[in-house]
T-cell receptor, first 113, second 111 residues
Framework: ETGVTQSPTHLIKTRGQQVTLRCSSQ?????VSWYQQALGQGPQFIFQ???????GRGNFPPRFSGLQFPNYSSELNVNALELDDSALYLC????????????FGPGTRLLVL | GQQVMQIPQYQHVQEGEDFTTYCNSS?????IQWYKQRPGGHPVFLIQ?????EVKKQKRLTFQFGEAKKNSSLHITATQTTDVGTYFC???????????FGKGTLLTVNP
């Protein structure tokens, strides 16, 4: 186990709704990255937070937003859900400062109907 | 960006056979990481390669980084049913300190 936890484990939403996913990073880690993994694909980088600031963003629209708290836990918010948002959402924590090893949480499986 | 292609996309083997997956890039990579994802699970870090021509072993797994740092491979000797899963290569870096995953190779093992 990596010590990275995510909630909820599964979620069903309807198109147009909003969703908030949560991630608790491994103890001592100040960097959290979020990835979206569609079925049969590799994870795609959404964004990263380092010490409560967004530290980079992938090719995702602004309706994907995030937050990192002083304890380095993080949230991923998705507004105006679309069917294509159905995926496994993974967070990964790391020590930051260029430390490369990413420790993934178990993920949240989101289904948009 | 640091795009990688993985081949094959799928591989089915009999238990005890060897398995190799290849990861190729059109650009020189500063490093490459390998992850394993079991069915229904999440990616688990296996190893990172940084040096040109680097070879690292973990029990039955052998990882190589090409001399030109444009390709990498993972070789599993004498596969076991516990090796089932998708193996991803992913260079790490760029301005976002992000991983850029390939599509992975799904390995299934027939007991």
């Amino acid at each position: 186990e990596t010590g990275v936890t995510q909630s909820p484990t599964h979620l069903i939403k309807t198109r147009g709704q909003q969703v908030t996913l949560r991630c608790s990073s491994q103890s001592g880690h100040n960097t959290v990255s979020w990835y979206q993994q569609a079925l049969g694909q590799g994870p795609q980088f959404i964004f990263q937070y380092y010490r409560e600031e967004e530290n980079g963003r992938g090719n995702f629209p602004p309706r994907f937003s995030g937050l990192q708290f002083p304890n380095y836990s993080s949230e991923l918010n998705v507004n105006a859900l679309e069917l294509d948002d159905s995926a496994l959402y993974l967070c990964a924590s790391s020590l930051g400062g260029g430390e490369e090893t990413q420790y993934f949480g178990p993920g949240t499986r989101l289904l948009v109907l | 960006g640091q795009q990688v292609m993985q081949i094959p996309q799928y591989q089915h083997v009999q238990e005890g056979e060897d398995f190799t997956t290849y990861c190729n890039s059109s650009t020189t990579l500063s490093n490459i990481q390998w992850y394993k994802q079991r069915p229904g699970g999440h990616p688990v870090f296996l190893i990172q390669l940084v040096k040109s021509g680097e070879v690292k072993k973990q029990k039955r797994l052998t990882f190589q980084f090409g001399e030109a740092k444009k390709n990498s491979s993972l070789h599993i000797t004498a596969t076991q049913t516990t090796d089932v899963g998708t193996y991803f290569c992913a260079p790490f870096g760029g301005s976002n300190y992000k991983l850029t995953f390939g599509k992975g190779t799904l390995l299934t093992v027939n007991p």
